[in-house]
């Protein structure tokens, strides 16, 4: 009997994904601001990540290390207690979302070459990808929607639309990269948090936690 529990035990591992790479919120993202006079308030606690947002907009950015390039997946969590109205996040300028989270892709030799850039030097790369998962908008679950400031190279998922509440995550990157731009994954270089309430002159109080890749 022992014998047969560890066989089910060990075929049980290799079915299900392993989520190994934990990332903390520990200090090492850095702010971007879009404007001199409009910025988020984020408040790092290592395995999690507060947000306010009043009025404003900006973007947490963290460059992946090197062993992380492969992801293919990752989970979450995330809580919003104050929220943007529904907006149409395909429209520049009007696109409000109380929570962003992107995952930034690079050809590897491309990653190799822009390791340590920042984030508005990656984002105006021709060979850029971004994948940005969002709570907010007034779309439903599931829509791919082109980025209105990436066009082709960046596609936004909605997840949840816009109000408030909590819930976990799962996502295929591989899949959805697949779906968005063809082709193979490339490498996973760069993750990057925004809330924007600017256009709607609205305030936003979220939470991201538990974030992990696989």
């Known amino acids: 009997m022992r014998r047969f529990l560890s ?4 075929a049980a591992s290799i079915a299900s994904p392993v989520w190994a790479n934990a990332i903390s919120f520990d200090g090492g993202w850095t702010h971007q601001r879009f404007s001199l006079f409009s910025r988020n308030d984020y408040t790092q606690k290592g395995g999690a990540l507060d947000m306010t947002s009043d009025g404003s907009v900006s973007l947490l950015y963290h460059a992946l290390p090197e062993q992380s390039w492969g992801a293919s997946g990752a ?3 995330w ?3 104050q929220s943007v109205p529904p907006t149409d996040l395909r429209l520049k300028g009007g696109d409000d ?5 992107y995952f930034v892709f690079l ?3 491309d990653a190799e070459r822009l390791k340590g850039a920042k984030i508005t030097r990656l984002l105006d790369n021709d060979a ?3 994948l940005i998962y969002v709570w907010g908008g007034a779309h439903n679950r599931g829509a791919m929607l082109d980025s209105p400031y990436l066009g ?3 596609k936004t998922v909605v997840l949840r639309g816009s109000g408030t509440g909590e819930a976990r995550e799962a996502v295929d990157l591989k899949a959805d990269y697949a779906q968005a731009f063809g082709g193979p994954l490339t490498s996973l270089v ?4 925004s809330g924007d309430s600017d256009d709607t002159d609205s305030r936003i109080a979220a939470r991201i936690s538990g974030l992990t890749l696989r």
């Open 190 to 193: 760069g993750l990057a948090v």
């Open 75 to 77: 989970q979450w969590a």
């Open 97 to 101: 979302r109380n929570l962003a989270l």
């Open 7 to 10: 066989a089910v035990t060990i």
């Open 128 to 130: 850029v990808r971004v």
């Open 79 to 81: 809580q919003v207690s």
């Open 152 to 154: 082709a190279r960046g």
């Open 107 to 109: 050809p590897k030799a």
